[in-house]
């Protein structure tokens, strides 16, 4: 149960409105269910390759992947660091990705596939809903007086 592993002191991830149901259930007050439960928010890289999986759909590989990202930043997206997120965002449920058939075009090489699951959209939407929330009355304009 939830709030005994929160009384026990493991620690897991927990949305705004999953802590308010803890506090609820368990009989915890804020102050120790923040204590104990660590937030993660996805991270933009993490962001930018959920997008471009569920942009891709069914195309979605490692490369096509990087050129999606690649495309929509104008910057250089390393291989390397794409697949090690990739493995993460599978460690955390975000993704599920699998092995494709070997293909001539690619010279009999399969290709890493990947799909996004129904958590991955759930914390894809909510790190865009956070961005947008804090981006709000935001300006870029340099010099330019803070509301505060």
């Keep these: 149960m939830i709030g005994s592993d929160v009384k026990e002191g493991k620690v897991f991830r927990a949305s705004p409105s999953e802590r308010s149901l803890i506090g609820n259930v368990a009989g915890l ?21 959920l997008t471009s999986a569920a942009r891709l759909g069914t195309d979605a590989y490692g490369a096509s992947i990087r050129k999606e ?25 975000f993704v599920k ?26 914390e894809a939407k909510d790190f865009f809903r956070a961005i947008a929330r804090i981006s709000r009355g935001a300006s870029w304009t340099t010099n330019r007086p803070t509301t505060r």
């Design 29 to 49: 007050t804020n102050e120790f269910i923040m204590y104990y439960i660590v937030i993660q928010m996805m991270g933009e890289f993490e962001y930018l390759i």
């Design 69 to 93: 990202i690649e495309k929509a930043t104008g910057r250089p997206c390393s291989i390397g660091a794409l697949y090690t997120t990739l493995d993460r965002l599978e460690k955390k449920g």
């Design 97 to 122: 990705t699998w092995m494709g058939e070997p293909t001539a075009e690619r010279g009999g090489r399969s290709k890493r596939l990947v799909q996004v699951t129904a958590t991955g959209v759930e």
